[in-house]
């Protein structure tokens, strides 16, 4: 580990910011009737876009040297993140911002649970517990039934599943950068998934019928879905992985904890969505889980085992 200064905390602290105003910009291109495939295509294409000559300049030649095997699993690590961006953005259609943040913000626990199934790795009795905690919280917020200003009103609940769906979906992503990350550096996996994800949403989003809307939009839709690009997708994950030069990946972890309360105080004040007492009880029940299971963590690690690590936020 590098000798800390201010610059890591301060980059936490964008980084936060930055993944916090996820939910917002994209309510505000919804708002501007961009269809949720065609934000989560955007997005990801746009962050590609910028990346392609920083990427194929300083990695060129290790791009070229992939082998079947490693871009296979990019290919499909890509189409797990093109899951979740379409999932996620979608269930922000139907219900609030406070849920469809925290309920995706759970993925750190699907890990957890799918480890064992997966990865063959046992899981402690404190990581258990969490993951019971947060069912139970995901049950408080999710049988309120409000929407808060959500699009559409009518099926909150269908909200709530699309964004745990996303939640599966990028801890199914997480799980495969483990062994993809191992044989690549940071920046050309970022790249390949960035590339892959964006493919099958533009794929999807043709498909589908939402790609049409790509000639009505207006130039205020355009502006929403490129700042999305560019602040938690761009800003927000490059800031996280830059503290995480300096600071261990368990601490960066529980900053990142903080994203869906500063989503719901930005949709407070930007979306005057205000959320329902028990949406507040369960979404505190689940970070409390999240905060179990991440101490667990820190204590299963050995002195050896915390250099750091990549953390690449969802939103």
Known sequence: M??????????????????????ILIRYAQGENAPSLLIAAWRVTVAALI?????????????????????????????????????????????????????????????????PLLLREKLSRQTLGAIFLAIIGGVIISVVGDAGNAPRQGAPLLGAALSFLGAVAVAVYYIIGRKLRAELKALPYIWLVYGSAALTLIAVALLSGQGNAMLTLSAEAFLWMTLVAIFPQLIGHSSFNYALGYLSAAFVSLVVLGEPILSTVFAVFLLNELP????????????????????????????????????????
């Open 2 to 23: 590098k000798s800390v200064t201010w610059r890591p905390f301060a980059a936490l602290v964008i980084g936060l910011l930055a993944v916090s105003s996820s939910s």
């Open 276 to 315: 329902q007492p028990l949406q507040l009880v369960g979404s505190a029940v689940i970070l409390a889980a999240l905060f179990l299971a991440s101490r667990a963590e820190v204590r299963a690690m050995r002195p050896e085992q915390a250099n750091p690590q990549q953390v690449l936020a969802a939103d």
């Open 51 to 115: 990346l392609t000559p920083f990427v194929w300049s300083r990695h060129g030649a290790e791009l070229r040297a992939l082998r079947a095997p490693q871009l296979g699993l990019a290919i499909l690590s890509g189409a797990f993140l093109a899951a979740h961006f379409g999932a996620w953005i979608t269930s922000l259609e139907y219900t609030s911002v406070l849920i469809s943040a925290t309920l995706v913000t759970t993925n750190p626990l699907i890990v957890a649970f799918l480890t």
